[in-house]
């Protein structure tokens, strides 16, 4: 079984829907997560951290389900500028921190 | 807010060259990181850091060494380059089990 596992895509949607991501892994002792984002030819980059209780940032919110070892994204009200490949990155081994990248999802917003 | 710099964006190279990679943090972490991306692939670790002067293999270490001889620098050599060391490298830092900061990236083409 791969480490993290994401659907790679690509999502096709208009501006102005809703989208979700879903994201296994396979280390049970994670204990942080993340979300990051990654442009055409760019560095990834943090888009939220996801906490045990799920978290919201503005059109953004994260889940964590750690008993099923899945994590999701949710974007609403789709942006063009949401465009853009999105990892799923939980927490490697414990050891100088360590973290573990999904091959992420891609987006594609149509106006 | 947080800089990593890596000294070259493009890069050509011949195959069996001794090829230096340099990434430089100005934030105080400890730990700094080594990836290559690969279409399909996604971010693979190549070695990490998590104090000055050590060193840990990560998923892929064979055919590049490192070298952490200050705490804000980490250099990726490639003893002998070959054509299938061809890749995006990324660097990355953090403090702790955290948040990774990536620089921008050198596109590496061994001919």
């Known amino acids: 079984r791969k480490e993290v596992e994401q659907d790679p895509g690509p999502f096709n949607v208009p501006e102005g829907a809703t989208v979700a991501f879903n994201c296994t892994y396979s280390?049970?002792?994670?204990?942080?997560f993340f979300w990051y984002r990654q442009d055409c030819r760019k560095e990834p980059k943090l888009l939220m951290s996801v906490y045990s209780s799920g978290n919201e940032d503005g059109r953004f919110t994260a889940q964590l389900n750690r008993a099923s070892q899945y994590i999701s994204l949710l974007i609403r009200d789709s942006k063009l500028s949401d465009s853009a490949t999105y990892l799923c990155?939980?927490?490697?081994?414990?050891?100088?921190?360590?973290?573990?990248f999904g091959q992420g999802t891609e987006l594609s917003v149509k106006p | 807010d947080v800089k990593v710099t890596q000294s070259s964006r493009y890069l050509v190279k011949r195959t069996g060259e001794k090829v230096f990679l340099e990434c430089v943090q100005d934030m105080d972490h400890e730990n700094m990181f080594w990836y290559r991306q690969d279409p399909g692939l996604g971010l693979r670790l190549i070695y990490f850091?998590?104090?000055?002067?050590?060193?840990e293999k990560g998923d892929i270490p064979e055919g590049y060494s490192v070298s952490r001889e200050k705490k804000e620098r980490f250099s990726l050599i490639l003893e002998s380059a070959s054509t299938n060391q061809t890749s995006m490298y990324l660097c990355?830092?953090?403090?702790?089990?955290?948040?990774?900061?990536f620089g921008p990236g050198t596109r590496l083409t061994v001919l």
């Open positions: 280390n049970s002792a994670s204990q942080s």
């Open positions: 850091s998590y104090d000055v002067k050590m060193k």
């Open positions: 990355a830092s953090s403090s702790g089990p955290d948040t990774q900061y």
């Open positions: 990155v939980p927490e490697g081994d414990n050891q100088g921190g360590k973290l573990i």
